[in-house]
């Protein structure tokens, strides 16, 4: 992802003023900060105390910031909740701040979001929970201050960026990302990247092929391993792609030559597991399943938060680790 791409995002998002207190606020009030959001200004919590968040691919970020959730929706793309109704990579912190999963649903539960008595609101993101809190904003604003994070923000980089504004932490942004960085830098040193291009295959619902362009997350981090994301975009004829752009469904006669990469990376998400896709005759005769060139990533690493992509580079590093 660009820096002009990421720097656009940051606009839409900007702290107007450090915390001070409002003008209007009478003796032992809060103090609050205004920020500039898609909706508008909004005076939000300089230090709130009980965040509700309407995305559970935005909790994570906010969970590592050590911001107080009083409840969140819990759902994460792909991702099973553990036996306590949380996604097993923030059910720990979850349960000790003693938060509360919100309802899934097709709509947003707003009595559910007014129970919590948040004192900032924030939502919005890539997936279906964007759509519901962007439909929903009129009435979430009336409960409590709402900040929006908008869906064309594609980046973990960009909506850890502006959650961490919209709870007054962004002092800790920098260290998190350099802390990514230097990540980076030494799985690049530490693998073998082998010849050739890559692909990245989903495994949705109904078992139709789907997948990542190359300049969507995933392939980006891929990119900057020193792998070569294939533009399988462009091989594909330049299809409608899914939701916010970061997915596609390849038709049967083009899955050939658009999946035909030496290397392929594969997610399970709400589809069928790899031993069933790669008994499948579309797939199996694909170069990276014949060659057992195919190589499986967690569902969080297709729209990973900060944790998430940590994670992923763990295990990047250790299925192609240069040998010694």
Same mark, same amino acid.
């Given at each position: 992802m660009s820096r002009l791409r990421w720097a656009a995002g940051a606009v839409v998002l900007l702290a107007l003023s450090g915390c001070a207190a409002s003008p209007d606020a009478g003796p032992g009030a809060s103090a609050t900060r205004e920020i500039v959001t898609a909706h508008g200004t909004v005076r939000v919590p300089a230090q709130p105390k009980r965040i509700v968040v309407l995305s559970g691919g935005l909790a994570g970020n906010l969970y590592e910031l050590g911001a107080p959730i009083a409840a969140t929706d819990t759902r994460v793309l792909g991702v099973t909740t553990d036996g306590f109704g949380f996604p097993p990579a923030w059910s720990d912190q979850a349960r000790a701040q003693g938060s509360v999963a919100l309802p899934n649903g097709d709509d947003l539960n707003i009595e559910a979001v007014a129970a919590a008595r948040p004192d900032l609101i924030i939502g919005g993101g890539q997936g279906l929970t964007g759509f519901q809190a962007e439909s929903s904003y009129d009435n979430l604003a009336k409960i409590a201050p709402t900040v929006l994070v908008p869906r064309t923000v594609d980046t973990w980089q960009e909506e850890l960026r502006q959650v961490a504004d919209a709870v007054g932490r962004s002092d800790r %942004?920098?260290?998190?990302?350099? /802390?990514?960085?230097?990540?980076?830098?030494?799985?690049?040193?530490?693998?073998?990247?082998?010849?050739?291009?890559? %692909?990245?295959?989903?495994?949705? /619902?109904?078992?139709e092929p789907y997948l990542v362009p190359s300049e969507a997350a995933l392939p980006e981090l891929l990119r900057q391993l020193g792998f070569t994301p294939d533009d399988v975009a462009t091989k594909a004829g330049n299809p409608r792609r899914v939701g916010t752009g970061d997915s596609f469904r390849v038709s049967r006669e083009l899955l050939s030559q658009s999946a035909d990469a030496p290397t392929a990376f594969f997610i399970q998400l709400t589809g069928p597991p790899f031993a069933q896709v790669a008994a499948d005759p579309r797939f199996a005769r694909l170069p990276a399943f014949r060659s057992g060139q195919v190589h499986e990533l967690p569902q969080v690493s297709f729209r990973p938060d900060h944790a998430a992509v940590m994670r992923t580079l763990d295990l990047i590093e250790e299925q192609f680790r240069r040998p010694s």
């Open positions: %942004v920098p260290g998190m990302l350099r /802390a990514y960085e230097d990540k980076v830098a030494q799985v690049r040193a530490a693998i073998a990247v082998p010849p050739g291009s890559v %692909v990245v295959l989903l495994s949705i /619902a109904g078992g």
